[in-house]
């Protein structure tokens, strides 16, 4: 069975580098914690809105401590771009806070030396971490093997057939068990290009989809009016 998913994830990675090309990747990983500031800002918002909230962050921000005397409203005010901002000012603040109190600095390298699920345990006990943030920071900071799952991916694995699962930490858990080598950041960022692009949550469309013989959705869309349409710009590979 776990082969069986294995082969099936290299499949659908190859098809779909076949169709959208490898995708590009900052030569310097950026660090970890920028990454999850920007994950946060991410949440329930298009990729232009979030890099817009994070460059005005950085802007009035040249050093992440400063955080630690601003008050919640002010980091609110400037993120409010893109949307959530109570939420996602709160969890920022307190993400600094609580990691500065441990570490003494405002650092994630003792990552380093912890195995990936160790990783993510250690990151969600942060206040407002969840695993979808935990996992980014492991694939787009760390370079660790690791498939995060958002609505997208949880939507297009589902429906391929990789895994059932209802809920997308319970999809992220089995997908990632066993995950073929050196291929999560081609296959989390392809698939999410797809989920946007074709495999849309309504109505996929299933006739342009390079996955069409493989996907094992019993409901596929073939309806001529339904249209793909092209979005390229990707907020976590953009961060630095
Ligand atoms: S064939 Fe249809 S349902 Fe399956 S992945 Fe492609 S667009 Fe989605």
């Known amino acids: 069975m776990i082969k069986e998913k294995q082969d099936l994830i290299i499949k659908v990675n190859e098809l779909l580098i076949n169709r959208f090309g490898i995708p590009p990747r900052n030569k310097k990983l950026p660090d970890p914690v920028e990454m999850l500031i920007a994950t946060i800002l991410s949440q329930n918002t298009n990729d232009r809105n979030s890099y817009q909230a994070y460059q005005n962050l950085k802007k009035k921000f040249s050093d992440w401590t400063e955080i630690l005397k601003t008050p919640v409203g002010v980091i ?48 969600t006990s942060f206040k407002g971490v969840g695993v979808k943030t935990a996992s980014c920071v492991l694939l787009f900071a760390m370079d660790r093997n690791i498939c995060p799952v958002d609505t997208h991916v949880h939507r297009t694995v589902n429906r391929i057939g990789i895994v059932n699962a209802g809920a997308p930490d319970k999809t992220f858990f089995l997908l990632n068990e066993n995950f073929p080598e050196k291929k999560a950041h081609s296959f989390h960022t392809n698939l999410i290009r797809l989920g946007r692009e074709i495999c849309k949550p309504q109505k996929p469309v299933c006739a342009v989809c390079p996955l069409e013989k493989i996907c094992g959705f019993e409901d596929k869309n073939y309806d001529s009016k339904s249209s793909s349409k092209e979005i390229s710009f990707m907020l976590l590979d953009n961060i630095q």
Request: hydrophobic share 35%.
């Open 76 to 123: 609110e005010k400037e993120i409010k771009v893109a949307g959530l901002g109570k939420q996602k000012s709160k969890a920022i603040k307190n993400f600094v806070k609580q990691l500065y109190e441990k570490e003494g600095k405002l650092s994630l390298k003792y990552l380093d030396n912890f195995l990936s699920d160790e990783a993510i345990k250690d990151l």
